[in-house]
């Protein structure tokens, strides 16, 4: 079953006191994008994070936000004096009132004023702990985006078997009229030369020859295989429950290729005119392959 790229899911984990929140979000893009939101004084963890979410996912922008609350996050940073820069402040001032004259008192506002004299550090915690409770919360929100992603998915993979159908039954079309192509041809060639010449006999053999000669210039046998072949190959990648949207885009460009010769040799109104509506399904399944992982 193929998967969407445009999913949402939330995982949520208790542990040890600490609720861990992991939301996430995936979009369409052409390669993995993965951008992780967490608090700063715990970024040492991303890489473990970060190759959790890349063993779960192919392809597309993926999005996630943590949140801790509870235990230590509720109050997680804790102050401390830099006493060797205060004495070094305090020795400046003696020496500055010595070599002024000036003895005014130094006053604690004062001091508070002073750069990097107050030291905010965040509290120390149990990292494993830490660490296992995001992957929870992580495995968790995985799951539930991977769901998500599975129910866009078979939404989509119906959207493709029912546009492969009407693909396929448009081949049906073009391949019935591939005998009638030869009497039509014909048919053309004797009213254009009748206009031509008139009155003058028409040399039977003479036009046979070129009658053959425009059908096998325009016989599209080949293009008709090939399209088969490429419907089946994407009906195929629909049951291999892998990421295929890649391959799933380059089968399109191929069969358009096809379908593009096909209006090109097919000088007849009825394939010209099917050929426009394989050409418009087409492009409604292009759409539809940027949404598959």
């Known amino acids: 079953m193929i998967k969407s790229m445009t999913a949402f899911g939330r995982g949520e984990c208790r542990h040890k006191g600490v609720s861990y ?8 893009n052409r390669h993995r994008d993965i951008i992780l939101r967490m608090p700063r004084n715990h970024q040492s963890l991303e890489e473990g994070l970060r190759s959790i979410v890349s063993s779960r996912i192919r392809r597309g922008r993926v999005e996630v936000s943590f949140q ?8 997680s940073h804790e102050v401390e004096l830099n006493v060797p820069l205060l ?7 003696r020496e500055l009132a010595g070599r002024t004259g000036i003895d005014q008192e130094v006053r604690l506002e004062s001091l508070l004023q002073l750069k990097d004299l107050i030291l905010i550090k ?21 799951d539930a985006l991977d769901r998500m992603r599975m129910r866009e998915g078979a939404a989509i993979e119906e959207d493709f078997v029912k546009r492969l159908d009407r693909l396929e039954r448009y081949v049906d079309k073009v391949h019935g009229r591939v005998p009638e192509l030869a009497e039509a041809y014909r048919e ?21 020859q070129e009658v053959a000669f425009l059908v096998e210039r325009s016989d599209i046998t080949e293009e008709i295989v090939r399209i088969r072949s490429h419907l089946g190959q994407f009906r195929d990648y629909l049951l291999t429950g892998d990421a295929v949207g890649r391959r799933l885009d380059f089968l399109i460009q191929e069969i358009s290729r096809e379908v593009n010769t096909l209006g090109v040799k097919g000088s007849d109104t ?9 050409k418009a ?12 992982e």
Do not use: H, W
């Open 21 to 28: 929140v992991a939301e996430i979000r995936s979009l369409n």
């Open 188 to 208: 053309r060639l004797t009213r254009k030369v009748g206009s031509m010449i008139q009155d003058m006999e028409v040399d039977q053999s003479r036009l046979a």
């Open 270 to 278: 009825t394939i010209s005119r099917t050929v426009v509506e394989m």
């Open 122 to 142: 965040p509290e120390t915690c149990d990292v494993e702990e830490l660490e296992e409770g995001l992957q929870k919360a992580l495995i968790a929100g995985l």
């Open 68 to 75: 801790i609350e509870g235990g230590r996050e509720t109050s």
């Open 281 to 292: 399904e087409l492009e409604k399944l292009r759409e539809q392959v940027q949404n598959v």
């Open 87 to 93: 004495e070094s402040y305090l020795k400046a001032f």
